[in-house]
Nanobody, 126 residues
Framework: QVQLVESGGGLVQAGGSLRLSCAAS????????IGWFRQAPGKEREFVAR????????NYADSVKDRFTISRDNAKSTAYLQMNSLKPEDTAVYYC???????????????????WGQGTQVTVSS
């Protein structure tokens, strides 16, 4: 098993930046692909970004492409989501999740992820 803890959320004005962190403990962090999802009030949890175990491949939702960057530091057992040019529609609770079989095609599905953090709130004011 792996335990995930997100941090770095907060309140920011539109156009600003935040960096979220996802710290892992337990089983070897490098065994997992890591995804970020978000859930706005009254909406379904949606895929944001994913990074493979070795960090060779990253994937992004169209809505965040060219604004957000996912990365990881396996030595620190931590994944990151750098969010730039934030918009009010980015307001949501952001979750990181771990996938121990590194889905090749279904990485955007919540069901592919085995472990989840508790989430961190990101609020973007206009």
């Amino acid at each position: 098993q792996v335990q995930l803890v997100e941090s770095g959320g907060g309140l920011v004005q539109a156009g600003g930046s935040l960096r979220l962190s996802c710290a892992a403990s337990g089983r070897t962090f490098r065994s997992y692909a890591i995804g970020w999802f978000r859930q706005a009030p009254g909406k379904e949890r949606e895929f944001v970004a994913r990074i493979t175990r070795s960090a060779i491949t990253t994937n992004y939702a169209d809505s965040v492409k060219d604004r957000f960057t996912i990365s990881r530091d396996n030595a620190k057992s931590t994944a990151y989501l750098q969010m730039n040019s934030l918009k009010p529609e980015d307001t949501a609770v952001y979750y990181c999740a771990a996938d121990d079989h590194e889905s090749r095609r279904s990485y955007y599905l919540k069901s592919e992820y085995d472990y989840w953090g508790q989430g961190t709130q990101v609020t973007v004011s206009s």
